[in-house]
């Protein structure tokens, strides 16, 4: 049917005859291809880079500057599945080539590089972005240009675009879970909120804050923003020894993370003493951090590599295959690793690459195969997903002690937290 | 609150602001020597901090993987070996870079900025883009207890008594030395020691080195109380030079002032105050002294 609808075209457009006729001696040839059932000019009417073997997809991450600490897991993870995506036989019967782009950690370089990558790559999708500096930085970009990101990181909610689906968890999702757990574990009532001071953990602890107080009837005792990169925490860990609270509550990042939690242990405030539970520790950070001194702390994640299911066990083994036996996996990791699986369900669910397409047909999109067990992508293209508690070990990895029953729903606009 | 727990927290406060006067004093006093005894201005510092950083890192992992019985007693070997390799690296910088441009300071800001993303890339691809962790003996780990409520950080007198140690030991060469006589004179008139027979050429190497050799020595030390990656010397950068600048360029015990200065300010506010407020605070003091004085607190007497 193909060489039909191609003819039809035939005065129309020189440039489509030519690409038809050259699809014509692989339809004759290969009688159960994909290049019948899904010919170039079918799944691809808006001029992506898209060959009948081949479509190009683009990565935008920083491999280099102060986030590449971050961000190289994401590169990993989103490679891995691209590689595995190839070896089942690609996509719609086209392998995925990857065009790598540097963000150097420099956000006006990510809207500069994206611009590259749909102008003039005219890639089909991008995986990429780890800030939301970085993110809200190109989104203006993907809008105009009608590109479509997978973003991989849990941020701040308070954003939804047509042409960005978020893997990683919106505030909420990470946090009212975790602040309930906390109360009815641990019986926690005082709380006191540490954060760096930028939009993520600011935001994150309105949320909690609104939580604690309106919904649990607890009370915040201590709300603290400290500089990023601050490597000093003494006076603030005495101002936290005189509030004694129940649990400290806390989204410290980068150096500062680090800082933070050796001198707590420094200071005497060890996890037999006191509870802790944070939104920013993965196993990535206990790299740095080192195990011992986050031991019997806690986090709230959707991810940990020790989940035990079969899923994880798999993805567990071929990370470390692909990455070396010491390499481990962070809930961002986990998250970038699912963008090319999403893509390629929306897109075989599409039956075409055209962004609008795809876009239309990821709400609904379910994903058995993930690491983190069943996700689902909601109509606000973030994603149901479980939330769970992990407790830091002395080898730098989590146990994971309790996980919601049911998937939470995405919502980045929550009502009464604003 | 009862009295006893004001009277601790009071106690630990205090210790705070020690230790952070220990830091800072740390970290400036490499940049002292350079900026203040030769007047380049080393951006790369911080990064001559991540090589000290970076040894402990490897002595860590050769120690627990060739000698797991030493864990306890390989970090004074660690520090006196970070002198030594920083020192080693700022004897070439100056040699295939510095040298050339002493007739030009402003480009040696330039210069060494780009050696400090050099070394940062290098660090990358050396160690790899994630952060390390060392592993510390224990009796550097924790607190000291003496009654209940009182902990009072080891990591934090460790670096207390090592900024001690390195400061007299600089002062003592700087003052009581062949070498620091030769710095002096240098300083005072480069073309009247280069007349009475210094050889202010050797002397400058050897000022550059030591000056990264204490930088060396003090991200050694921060590896027990900061994190250890491939940017973590940009952390203090802008920390050291605040002391250095604050406490007048040409004066070490303008430094030790300094240092003193902001870290009580700092940790005080802090305590008072929120995190970054505390911080917009000791910057607008500062930025009001240097309006003031802008030679800084202690200024050479130096016949120009």
Not at chain 1, 84 to 93: F, P
Not at chain 1, 226 to 233: D, K, M
Not at chain 2, 128 to 146: F, Q
Not at chain 2, 253 to 259: D, E, H, I, P, R
Request: some cysteine.
């Amino acid at each position: 049917m193909s060489s039909k609808s191609d003819q039809s075209k035939m005065s129309l457009d020189r440039r489509r005859l030519l690409q038809g006729l050259a699809a014509l001696p692989l339809v004759s040839m290969s009688g159960l291809s994909f290049g019948q059932a899904f010919p170039t000019t079918k799944v691809n009417t808006t001029g992506l880079a898209i060959t009948d073997t081949e479509v190009t997809v683009g990565q935008l991450h920083s491999a280099t500057g102060t986030m590449a600490i971050s961000e190289t897991g994401s590169i990993q993870a989103e490679q891995l599945a691209i590689d595995e995506i190839n070896a089942m036989g690609g996509i719609l019967g086209r392998k995925i080539k990857v065009i790598k782009e540097d963000g150097a950690s420099d956000w006006p370089t990510f809207a500069e590089k994206s611009r590259k990558l749909l102008v003039n790559d005219k890639v089909a999708t991008v995986f990429g972005c780890w800030t939301s500096a970085s993110r809200k930085a190109v989104l203006p970009i993907f809008e105009k240009e009608n590109g479509l990101l997978y973003y991989p990181t849990f941020y701040e909610g308070l954003e939804q675009s047509k042409n960005v689906i978020y893997t990683g968890q919106e505030a909420t999702q990470q946090i009212i879970w975790g602040l309930d757990w906390a109360q009815k574990e641990k019986g926690a009532k005082k709380f006191f909120l540490v954060g760096s001071d930028y939009i993520w953990p600011r935001t994150s602890m309105k949320i909690a804050r609104k939580h604690i107080e309106n919904f649990q009837k607890g009370s915040v005792v201590g709300e603290e923003y400290y500089p990023l990169g601050n490597t000093n925490f003494n006076s603030l860990i005495n101002k936290i020894k005189i509030a004694k609270p129940d649990c400290i509550f806390c989204a410290v990042v980068g150096g500062s993370n680090v800082a933070f939690y050796k001198q707590l242990k420094a200071a005497g405030i060890t996890a037999n003493k006191q509870f802790l539970l944070t939104l920013s520790v993965t196993e990535d950070e206990m790299l740095g951090i080192g195990g011992e001194n986050f031991e019997g702390f806690y986090a709230s994640m959707k991810y940990f590599q020790s989940l035990e299911n079969d899923n994880n066990k798999k993805f567990v083994a071929a990370f470390k295959a692909k990455y070396g036996p010491k390499a481990v996996i962070g809930d961002v990791t986990q998250a970038a690793y699912l963008g090319p699986w999403l893509w390629k369900a929306a897109v075989e669910k599409a039956g075409s690459f055209d962004v609008d397409k795809v876009v239309a047909a990821s709400p609904g999109i379910e994903l058995k195969t993930a690491p983190e067990g069943y996700v689902k992508i909601h109509e606000n293209h973030h994603l149901w997903s479980k939330t769970r508690i992990g407790m830091g070990q002395a080898d730098g990895q989590f146990k994971v002690v309790a996980e919601s029953p049911e998937l939470i729903e995405p919502n980045p606009f929550p009502k009464g937290y604003q | 609150m009862t009295f006893d727990e004001i009277y601790n927290i009071a106690l630990m406060q205090g210790f705070a602001g020690l230790s952070l006067f220990a830091v800072l004093l740390l970290m400036g006093l490499g940049l002292a020597i350079i900026f203040g005894q030769m007047g380049v201005i080393n951006m790369a510092h911080g990064e001559f901090m991540t090589i000290g950083a970076y040894t402990i890192f490897l002595f860590s992992s050769l120690t627990e993987s060739l000698a797991p019985g030493l864990i306890q007693v390989y970090f004074p070997i660690a520090i006196v070996c970070a002198f030594l390799i920083a020192f080693a690296f700022g004897w070439l910088a100056e040699w295939a870079l510095i040298r050339h441009l002493y007739k030009r300071p402003l480009d040696t800001l330039l210069a060494t900025w780009g050696l400090s993303l050099g070394m940062q890339q290098l660090f990358r691809s050396t160690f790899g883009p994630k952060e390390v962790s060392p592993t510390l003996p224990d009796w550097l780990m924790g607190s000291w207890a003496p009654t209940e409520g009182l902990d009072i950080p080891i990591n934090g007198m460790f670096v207390l008594a090592l900024t001690v140690v390195v400061t007299g030991g600089v002062l003592l060469a700087l003052y009581k030395s062949r070498w620091g006589l030769r710095v002096r004179a240098t300083v005072a008139n480069r073309t009247m020691a280069n007349a009475i027979g210094i050889n202010t050429t050797r002397t400058d190497r050897l000022t550059f080195a030591i000056g990264c050799g204490v930088a060396g020595v003090a991200g050694a030390a921060f590896t027990t109380i900061g994190s250890t990656g491939p940017t973590s010397g940009s952390l203090y950068i802008v920390d050291a030079f605040l002391v250095v600048t604050f406490g007048g360029a040409a004066s070490l015990w303008g430094t030790v002032v300094s240092a003193f200065g902001i870290a009580q300010t700092q940790s005080i506010s802090e305590f008072f105050l929120s995190g970054s407020n505390a911080k917009v605070l000791t910057l607008l003091m500062i930025v009001t002294i240097l309006m003031l004085r802008p030679q800084g607190l202690f200024a050479a007497k130096v016949r120009r």
